[in-house]
């Protein structure tokens, strides 16, 4: 395991307010990436990050911000949480880049009412 | 864009009998990896197996092996000897080299029957 935490783990909100979500790792990792789970999708990328205030969108990027001003930690928030945001997040780190494997988080199960 | 397509959405196996999950990929890279992970009830996202696309030897761990097959751009994963604990879901992933973006098919949940 390379020592990636999330919190809070599980989360109920309501709509129209801010959630910000952790992901913490203890791994030295450059690499850090957030993605959604949703039934019928898989994983998709939500945004990603390649070093410390270096971030980028991936496919399903609206709605949502990420900052990292820490190699350890990368946040995501749902700037006014919507009903469409209800889904699993995942957090994941990769050492070095392209050549190399994935690391999830355990994982963060977001309703929003 | 590329896209990872896992047309079984559901497959189940007897315990110690051998299954197949099907994968294929759409892209028009040449160099890229290939990975499959494990997800049981626990939601943990497990790395089950990965494939370079340079080298034709198909990845083994252990009950694992797939059959990589790039001009059909087709990665199977193959479950020998099945499992309780290798009841979950299964996820397909391609990663291209130089990229930063995993794309993940749908998934197939696989169900090991005593």
């Known amino acids: 395991d390379a020592g990636i935490t999330q919190s809070p783990r599980h989360k109920v909100t309501e709509t129209g307010t801010p959630v910000t979500l952790r992901c913490h790792q203890t791994e030295n990792h450059r690499y850090m990436y957030w993605y959604r789970q949703d039934p019928g999708h898989g994983l998709r990328l939500i945004h990603y990050s390649y070093g410390v205030k270096d971030t980028d969108k991936g496919e399903v990027s609206d709605g949502y911000s990420v900052s990292r001003s820490k190699t350890e930690d990368f946040l995501l928030t749902l700037e006014s949480a919507t009903s469409s945001q209800t889904s699993v997040y995942f957090c994941?780190?990769?050492?070095?880049?392209?050549?190399?494997?994935?690391?999830f988080g355990p994982g963060t199960r977001l309703t929003v009412l | 864009a590329q896209t990872v397509t896992q047309s079984q959405p559901e497959m189940s196996v007897q315990e110690a009998e051998t299954v197949t999950l099907s994968c294929t990929y759409d892209?028009?890279?040449?160099?890229?990896?290939l990975f499959w992970y494990k997800q049981p009830p626990s939601r943990q996202m497990i790395l089950v197996i990965r494939q370079e696309a340079y080298k034709q030897q198909n990845a083994t761990e252990n009950r694992f092996s797939v059959n990589f097959q790039k001009a059909a751009k087709s990665f199977s994963l193959k479950i020998s000897d099945s499992q309780l604990g290798d009841a979950a879901m299964y996820f397909c992933a391609y990663h291209p080299t130089g990229g930063q973006n995993f794309v993940f098919g749908p998934g197939t949940r696989l169900s090991v029957l005593p």
């Open positions: 892209t028009s890279e040449s160099d890229y990896y």
């Open positions: 994941a780190t990769q050492f070095r880049g392209s050549s190399d494997t994935q690391y």
